[in-house]
Nanobody
Framework: QVQLVESGGGLVQAGGSLSPSCAAS????????MGWFRQAPGKEREFVAA????????DYADSVKGRFTISRDNAKNTVYLQMRSLKPEDTAVYYC???????????????WGQGTQVTVSS
């Protein structure tokens, strides 16, 4: 069982930065791939970024490529999402997820956090 708790969301102006993080419980964190997803009001959940268990491989949605960076610290059981040059369309609840498979598909992940709100004002 893995429990995930996101933090670090907030309100920021367009062009600004935020760095939410996701803390995981359990000693098996380093065995799991991790992903970030987001869901805006009235829209379906969408993939944002993913990172392999070792951190050696990453993947990004085209909409965030070059602006967001996913990373992890297995010693701290934490995964990070550095977000720069934020746009109003980045406004959403951001969720982290863990799973055995490194993927852009949400159904490949077994555990999900409760989400953290990110709001970007224009």
């Amino acid at each position: 069982q893995v429990q995930l708790v996101e933090s670090g969301g907030g309100l920021v102006q367009a062009g600004g930065s935020l760095s939410p993080s996701c803390a995981a419980s359990g000693r098996t964190f380093r065995s799991y791939a991790m992903g970030w997803f987001r869901q805006a009001p009235g829209k379906e959940r969408e993939f944002v970024a993913a990172i392999s268990w070792s951190g050696g491989s990453t993947d990004y949605a085209d909409s965030v490529k070059g602006r967001f960076t996913i990373s992890r610290d297995n010693a701290k059981n934490t995964v990070y999402l550095q977000m720069r040059s934020l746009k109003p369309e980045d406004t959403a609840v951001y969720y982290c997820a863990s799973g055995r498979t490194y993927s852009e598909y949400g159904n490949r992940y077994d555990y999900w956090g409760q989400g953290t709100q990110v709001t970007v004002s224009s």
